[in-house]
């Protein structure tokens, strides 16, 4: 640690250097919200209270599910609240017509609202399957006992599958009605986790869409089965069939350069590291297609290199809030836009189980863009990427100051 930073927290919680121990190993730092707790009263130390609001577009007095069942609804933490999808939990919960609910677990908060509404689905009769990852780095131990409550309710319960990290966000109600099997689906690029829901930058959608639905209920079935699924019409699925269409798609972006069209790639994540998407990207770029890439960590791409990536362009945003959300967009004309819960990495692409949702109600799909366009034009925390790999800080210059994070806050 910076020694300036040190000498900042001695400062502030009244210690001496002597009182300051160097470890080699890595620490657990869940410690520190015990010193955020002694400064409260150090108000300049502290972002002013933020409080997410509830989402215009949804009626908090209506059933969710009959909203989904009209149109797909989407929710964008930590800006709007996660109350509408815990309402649909509940509702599922208590609903006579609700047959079963599937959910992937990977971090849960210490007091989960989420894992008590499945817990009372179970308690009604609910038939409630559960996939708990408890290889969820830092959350293994809180993940094993929630695990134990969720049998002990009656839930089934599984606990991740051989070599594979599932990772997906995926939650799928099942309804029963004068003999019609309908499905709501969910899926998120964030953690079921309503605590990280106020830090962190995620999206989640909600659709009653039958064949996002099936395609839901087969990636369960199979995970049950201890398999993965192989292909898919409208759900990109990691292992088997994340990574493939995502190159298709870039394929055909190049092919639209290469016979003169306008040609667009577009994503954000929180890593970048696939050594068969990265080569993509460079072919994508010596063809003339434009790529944009918001890469908040580790980037093993380099943009702006003469001859092999000129058309690319890579920037970083690190704000108050975590940038979690993971997008990919491909085409510049009615582009197709989806949402994901996988970064561009090898661990996600090729070894874990991760999910990646089209959008496909314009509204939403044009809001994903707006927020995309939103972060390229940011200039106040946006670090770019240059030739050389390294980074340097976005200056406003004559143009006005843009902070994504706070222009998203006061929509």
Request: proline letters at 4%.
């Amino acid at each position: 640690m910076d020694e300036s930073v040190i000498d900042l927290l001695c400062k502030y919680l009244h210690l001496k250097k002597r009182h300051v121990f160097h470890s080699a190993s890595p620490l657990d730092l869940s410690f520190f919200s015990t010193i955020r707790d002694i400064l409260r009263n150090e108000k300049e130390l502290f972002y002013e209270k933020y409080t997410p609001r509830f989402p215009a577009d949804i009626d908090p007095e209506r059933s969710m599910m009959a909203q989904i069942e009209e149109k797909d609804r989407f929710l964008f933490f930590p800006y709007e609240s996660i109350d509408p999808f815990l309402n649909l939990l509940r509702e599922a919960a208590d609903d006579p017509d609700v047959l079963s609910v599937k959910m992937t677990l990977y971090r849960v908060a210490n007091d989960s609202k989420v894992v008590e509404a499945l817990l009372r689905a179970a308690e009604n009769g609910k038939d409630v399957s559960v996939l708990v990852e408890l290889r969820a780095r830092f959350d293994e131990a809180n993940n094993i006992t929630w695990s134990r409550r969720l049998e002990e309710a009656g839930c089934s319960v599984l606990y991740g599958l051989d070599r594979l990290k599932v990772h997906s966000k995926l939650c799928l109600i099942t309804k029963k009605c004068g003999g019609h099997i309908s499905y709501i689906t969910q899926i998120g690029t964030g953690n079921y986790n309503e605590k990280t829901s106020r830090l962190y930058m995620d999206f989640s959608l909600m659709t009653a869409h039958p064949g996002i639905g099936a395609e839901a209920n087969h990636i369960f079935t199979r995970m049950y089965l201890g398999e993965v699924v192989e292909k898919t019409d409208y759900l990109l699925v990691a292992p088997k069939y994340l990574r493939k269409p995502v190159l298709e798609k870039m394929d055909l972006q190049i092919s639209r350069a290469k016979a003169g069209v306008s040609a667009y790639i577009g994503a954000k994540m929180n890593s970048l590291t696939d050594k068969v998407i990265i080569e993509k990207l460079i072919e994508a770029s010596q063809a003339g297609v434009r790529v944009e890439l918001i890469v908040r960590g580790a980037c093993c791409l380099i943009a702006g290199v003469p001859g092999k990536t000129d058309n690319i362009s890579i920037r970083s945003i690190v704000g108050r809030y975590l940038e979690h959300s993971r997008i990919y967009i491909f085409g510049d004309e009615d582009p197709e836009v989806y949402i994901a819960s996988a970064d561009f990495m090898t661990r996600n692409t090729t070894y874990r189980v991760e999910v990646a949702a089209p959008l496909f109600d314009p509204e939403i799909r044009d809001r994903v863009l707006h927020v995309f366009r939103i972060l390229m034009e940011d200039n106040v925390k946006a670090r770019i990427q240059r030739a050389d790999g390294s980074y340097t800080r976005l200056q406003p210059g004559t143009a006005e100051p843009l902070l994504a994070q706070d222009y998203f806050a006061i929509l």
